[in-house]
């Protein structure tokens, strides 16, 4: 007898739901995003126990219709894409529909949601094979409570870290939402405290003095380049708060927080013989470039992505931050023909 099986639903749907759910933080960023997608100005968190206990996103964007509430939980059910170009032109944060149906794979999940067209809200609830649907009031928007986290999935349980630190991924994610999104008014609260609380007046020194601390907001200095069609925005800081760790460099590529190694080294290299080795620069820094010259598809959380042109991107926060920093060399090429 042959020794390949095919999988049972239930078992590869847990496989795929892994994948995108990978503990409390990878949740709360899909949820986050999704309220993003769905146009909300207003986005609470809280979590209870880490989030392994307890997480609820609250928004008021746009809602779920009734008849779109249960098919929002089936996998590959998305309202972002449609067909195959759409893939090459991504303008919102989701598009794979994995989120939700993974989250409801592992975790015990309630939707209260209301569009502004409906009267009455709309309950819905998931528990394993379990479903149940009911009116109920609520304000335009959504809110999702996510419970018992991988209840489910003894074996991923175990690989979760403590409360704490679980609690204090939660927190990152949210932290860079924040700071992608200063337009957003974002409140997290952990344990019933207020952890962070940011005003939503569309200032990105705002969002950063409430993320990043005084220190960096009182040294920030103001990046606005443009080369071509591509665009770098944001806040470096002064070379003199330069710090021991890189664990204040932020880059978001059209507002998805990513991790690039590209990035982080234009950056540096701009700030070149005006920090000492072993130091590094802080910054907030949002690339825009248009939809197909980036593929956010590589990666299952999206925070590694692929440039059509890294040249180019190294060269925008390079300029970027040199001419925001006031040192930019004059051509060495110009200066060998004179
Ligand atoms: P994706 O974000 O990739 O489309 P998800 O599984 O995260 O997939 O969500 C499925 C669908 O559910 C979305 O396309 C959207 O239509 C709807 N949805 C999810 N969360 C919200 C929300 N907070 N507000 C409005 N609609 C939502
Ligand atoms: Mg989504």
């Known amino acids: 007898m042959g020794k390949i099986n095919v999988l049972e639903k239930q078992v590869a749907e847990l496989i795929a739901a892994g994948e ?28 209870k126990g880490g989030g392994v206990q307890y997480i609820r996103v609250t928004d008021n964007g746009s809602g779920i219709e009734r008849e779109d509430v249960a098919n929002a939980f089936l996998r590959h059910a998305t309202s972002k894409v449609r067909v195959e170009e759409d893939l090459g032109n991504i303008r919102t944060m989701g598009f794979r529909g994995e989120a939700l ?15 502004q067209a409906d009267v009455t809200g709309t309950l819905y609830r998931i528990d394993g094979e379990e479903t149940y649907l009911d009116d109920a009031g609520c304000p335009v928007g959504t809110t999702i ?85 591509n665009r770098v925005d944001g806040l470096i800081c002064k070379p003199s708060i330069a710090r021991s760790s890189r664990s204040m460099q932020n880059f978001f590529i059209n507002c998805r927080y990513v991790r690039s190694k590209t990035c982080m080294a ?5 700030y070149r013989n005006s920090i000492m080795v072993g130091r590094f620069p802080s910054c907030v820094l949002n690339v ?15 925070i590694e992505v692929r440039f059509a042109d890294e040249r180019s991107i190294f060269n925008l926060i390079y300029y970027g931050c040199k001419t925001a920093l ?7 090429q110009i200066k060998a023909d004179e």
């Open 20 to 47: 995108v759910v990978e503990r409390p933080a990878s949740i709360v960023k899909e949820l986050v995003e999704n309220s993003i997608d769905a146009g909300a100005k207003n986005i609470t968190v809280e979590i």
């Open 101 to 115: 149906a993974s989250i409801a794979a592992m975790c015990r999940v309630d939707l209260l949601t209301r569009t």
């Open 145 to 229: 409570t996510v419970r018992d986290v991988f209840y489910n999935t003894p074996a991923r349980m175990k690989f979760l870290k403590k409360d704490v630190s679980e609690g204090n991924s939660v927190a990152a994610a949210i932290e860079k939402a924040a700071l992608a999104y200063p337009q957003v008014a974002f409140k997290f609260l952990r344990d019933g405290m207020v952890k962070l609380q940011t005003p939503g007046d569309g200032k990105l020194l705002s969002a950063v003095r409430c993320v990043l601390g005084k220190e960096f907001a009182d040294n920030a200095i103001h990046v606005s380049y443009m080369e071509g069609i």
């Open 266 to 270: 234009a950056l540096e290299e701009s």
């Open 288 to 302: 825009t470039i248009p939809p197909y010259a980036v593929d956010v598809n590589v990666h299952p959380a999206k």
């Open 326 to 332: 006031g040192t930019q060399d004059i051509q060495p």
